[in-house]
């Protein structure tokens, strides 16, 4: 299947930074991303979708200015979690649709919020 | 959007099949149906989809009922590398918010030696 990366795969930062996760579609470009969180124990939650060249369109009760999405090229697309607090403590997981519309996803970066 | 229906949790012997069932009566002619799984502290890993004739590849079978409003995951022997939560999901399309998968509850799928 198609490859997707994202980096950092963990990391810890301090309240009030801000934080910035990258997705990569590694052998296939994708007009369309997707971002997820995964609170421990729960299911995935779909936060937005993220398109090339235009403005990612966020799930109900996602604020937009917090979770910054960038999607500035085919291969590429990242969230920036601003002023960051111990409750957006999560595992972020960004998903990849291909030409043939099926999605991949990446193997998730596990933000802690200190 | 079709919603699905998944028990919490199986339990599966090691080497046995494994049968993981998924309710969507409201699911729409157009959609399909996802199965993806998640290991633990990992990303959703693809596993089949389908319309409405059963499918199969190398990892699983996936048998829709001919109303569409149910389906079965087969995993045809299960191993340990098999445990995972198990997601059922149907595709949302059409429009510029096409192809978004809204992932329910999933199963817990033990398999055990």
């Known amino acids: 299947g198609a490859v997707v990366s994202q980096h950092p795969s963990r990391v810890i930062c301090k309240s009030g930074t801000s934080v910035k996760i990258e997705c990569r579609s590694l052998d296939f470009q994708a007009t369309t991303m997707f971002w997820y969180r995964q609170f421990p124990k729960q299911s995935l939650m779909l936060m937005a979708t993220s398109n090339e060249g235009s403005k990612a369109t966020y799930e109900q009760g996602v604020e937009k200015d917090k979770f910054l999405i960038n999607h500035a090229s085919l291969t590429l697309s990242t969230l920036t979690v601003t002023s960051a607090h111990p409750e957006d403590s999560s595992f972020y997981i960004c998903?990849?649709?291909?030409?043939?519309?099926?999605?991949?996803f990446g193997q998730g970066t596990r933000l802690t919020v200190v | 959007d079709a919603k699905t229906t998944q028990p919490p949790s199986m339990d599966c012997a090691e080497g046995r099949a494994a049968n993981l069932p998924c309710n969507h009566s409201t699911i729409s002619g157009n959609e399909y149906v996802y199965w993806y799984r998640q290991i633990h502290s990992q990303g959703p890993q693809y596993i089949i989809h389908g319309l409405k004739n059963n499918e199969t590849n190398e990892m699983a079978s996936l048998i829709i009922t001919e109303d569409r409003k149910s389906s079965t995951l087969i995993l045809p022997h299960a191993t340990l590398r098999d445990t995972a939560v198990y997601y059922c999901i149907v595709r949302v399309g059409g429009g510029n918010q096409g192809g978004k998968l809204i992932f329910g509850q999933g199963t817990e799928l033990s398999v055990k030696p």
């Open positions: 998903s990849a649709r291909t030409g043939h519309d099926e999605a991949f």
